[in-house]
């Protein structure tokens, strides 16, 4: 739901606040959604834990967005000529990201457990 109500709104302000700000910006809310997991960890109320990553959840989806609408505009901009092979790139890149990232994180999971994991993806 973050990642849809944001992305819009980002949309209309790449213009006035700089795209590469907003990548940034975008970049720093992941972090902070990744710190936040890594966190998690420490949390043995079960009614904070839900909250908590309820929250952190919101926060990445707002992170997404940013980054999301801020790439393929950069796309859009800096590859003019080919727009189109530009976006396919993204989305290539995306897919193997969501085909090759679960296994890479099965792997950090087991060497690091849970905080480890997410610790390592925040660095």
């Known amino acids: 739901m973050a990642f ?6 980002v949309g209309q302000m ?17 972090f902070l959604s990744n710190f936040g997991f890594a966190m998690m960890h420490f ?8 909250f908590t990553f309820i929250l952190t959840r919101i926060v990445q989806g ?6 999301q609408t801020a790439n393929y505009s950069i796309a859009s901009v ?17 897919g193997f990201g ?3 990232g679960p296994l890479i994180g099965i792997v950090v999971f087991n060497y690091t457990g849970y905080f480890g994991s997410f610790a390592t993806f925040t660095i």
């Open 78 to 94: 800096v590859y003019r000529d080919s727009v189109e092979f530009a976006i396919g790139s993204l989305e290539a890149c995306a």
């Open 98 to 100: 969501l085909c090759i």
């Open 43 to 50: 949390i043995d109320n079960t009614n904070a834990f839900v």
């Open 14 to 30: 790449l213009g006035r606040f700089g795209r590469k700000n907003f990548l940034i910006l975008g970049c720093f809310i992941m």
């Open 62 to 67: 707002v992170g997404t967005g940013i980054i």
């Open 4 to 9: 849809a109500l944001v992305s819009p709104f």
